[in-house]
């Protein structure tokens, strides 16, 4: 009998964690699925999906750079992922493929480790980028209507999209950089979602930490280096610090509900992750 297909749809996928982080729960719960990575050129992507479909799988996971156009070919967005603009999971239900956004809240489960509700409802909130990750962290964080959020982008007219995206319902201010920079000693949490810090090439800080409080939280989306230099900056400057782990464990822990209804366990999901990367 063979396994209920899983897994990820991509290009490059590199060295995914993925697929161990999923394997080992569902071995772990006795689960009969098996998480693959599919590499897939885009002039394949439709074909991915289609044969994924015939195959009877349970959902995949879509990354960089298809989560927006895999919902081409899909049956259904949810209204989140819709509202997002993106979709990273793929759940098959009855006859449908289903696109849902588990980024966001995968990375709000992981800030609620670290501050409480009430802290992310008090907070004026400082993002750095405006692309597919932002959008779905924007989009979690407005759901808990915080404070302000203050929006800085390379490109502000992106930034301006965002904010129309969401502006019924958080407060969200596009700034530019000088501005933004200028009013660090606001920010309660600053959040990194560009990927400056993530290769030897952009080995610097996505942004100044100058007059930043002392009580602020530095949270990058990067968790490959485990600690970027930005974070490390922050952190020899006394403050807290959150990487990317969380969010990547939780987007996947949320997916691996949707597919099999069973909750995985996150601890050792992320211990798997830590003893890759740390
Ligand atoms: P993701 O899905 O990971 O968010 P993306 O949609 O390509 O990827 O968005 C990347 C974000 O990082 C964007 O906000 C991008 O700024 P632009 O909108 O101006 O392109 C930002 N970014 C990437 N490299 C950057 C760099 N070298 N300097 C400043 N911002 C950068």
Same mark, same amino acid.
């Given at each position: 009998?063979?396994?209920?297909?899983?897994?990820?749809?991509?290009?490059?996928?590199?060295?995914?964690?993925?697929?161990?982080?999923?394997?080992?729960?569902?071995? /772990?719960?006795?689960?009969?699925?098996?998480?693959?990575?599919?590499?897939?050129?885009?002039?394949?992507?439709?074909?991915?999906?289609?044969?994924?479909?015939?195959?009877?799988?349970?959902?995949?996971?879509?990354?960089?750079?298809?989560?927006?156009?895999?919902?081409?070919?899909?049956?259904?967005?949810?209204?989140?992922?819709? /509202?997002?603009?993106?979709?990273?999971?793929?759940?098959?239900?009855?006859?449908?493929?289903?696109?849902?956004?588990?980024?966001?809240?995968?990375?709000?489960?992981?800030?609620?480790?670290?501050?409480?509700?009430?802290?992310?409802?008090?907070?004026?909130?400082?993002?750095?980028?405006?692309?597919?990750?932002?959008? #779905?962290?924007?989009?979690?964080?407005?759901? /808990?209507?915080?404070?302000?959020?203050?929006?800085?982008?390379?490109?502000?007219?992106?930034?301006?999209?965002?904010?129309?995206?969401?502006?019924?319902?958080?407060?969200?201010?596009?700034?530019?950089?000088?501005?933004?920079?200028?009013?660090?000693?606001?920010?309660?949490?600053?959040?990194?979602?560009?990927?400056?810090?993530?290769?030897?090439?952009?080995?610097?800080?996505?942004?100044?930490?100058?007059?930043?409080?002392?009580?602020?939280?530095?949270?990058?989306?990067?968790?490959?280096?485990?600690?970027?230099?930005?974070?490390?900056?922050?952190?020899? #400057?006394?403050?807290?610090?959150?990487?990317?782990?969380?969010?990547?464990?939780?987007?996947?822990?949320? #997916?691996?509900?949707?597919?099999?209804?069973?909750?995985?366990?996150?601890?050792?999901?992320?211990?798997?992750?830590?003893?890759?990367?740390?």
């Amino acid at each position: 009998m063979p396994k209920t297909l899983l897994g990820l749809i991509g290009h490059p996928l590199g060295h995914s964690l993925s697929p161990q982080m999923h394997n080992e729960q569902f071995r /772990r719960l006795g689960l009969d699925g098996y998480y693959h990575l599919f590499d897939t050129p885009t002039e394949e992507l439709q074909e991915s999906v289609q044969a994924l479909r015939q195959l009877g799988t349970a959902g995949f996971n879509i990354t960089i750079p298809y989560k927006v156009s895999v919902m081409a070919y899909i049956d259904r967005v949810d209204s989140s992922a819709e /509202r997002i603009g993106a979709v990273n999971t793929v759940v098959r239900e009855n006859e449908e493929l289903v696109g849902y956004n588990t980024d966001g809240e995968g990375y709000l489960e992981s800030l609620l480790a670290v501050r409480s509700l009430e802290q992310i409802k008090n907070a004026n909130i400082l993002v750095i980028g405006a692309g597919g990750a932002a959008r #779905a962290v924007c989009y979690a964080l407005s759901l /808990r209507r915080p404070n302000n959020i203050i929006l800085v982008n390379r490109t502000q007219e992106k930034a301006e999209q965002l904010k129309s995206h969401l502006e019924d319902i958080a407060s969200i201010e596009v700034v530019p950089k000088e501005e933004a920079e200028s009013r660090n000693s606001e920010y309660d949490i600053l959040i990194n979602t560009t990927s400056i810090g993530m290769s030897p090439e952009t080995d610097r800080s996505p942004w100044p930490l100058k007059n930043v409080k002392t009580s602020a939280l530095c949270s990058d989306l990067i968790y490959n280096p485990w600690e970027t230099r930005w974070l490390k900056e922050a952190r020899k #400057a006394g403050l807290d610090t959150l990487n990317g782990s969380g969010m990547f464990v939780n987007q996947g822990a949320l #997916a691996f509900k949707y597919w099999t209804g069973q909750e995985p366990d996150r601890k050792a999901m992320h211990s798997l992750v830590e003893n890759h990367l740390k």
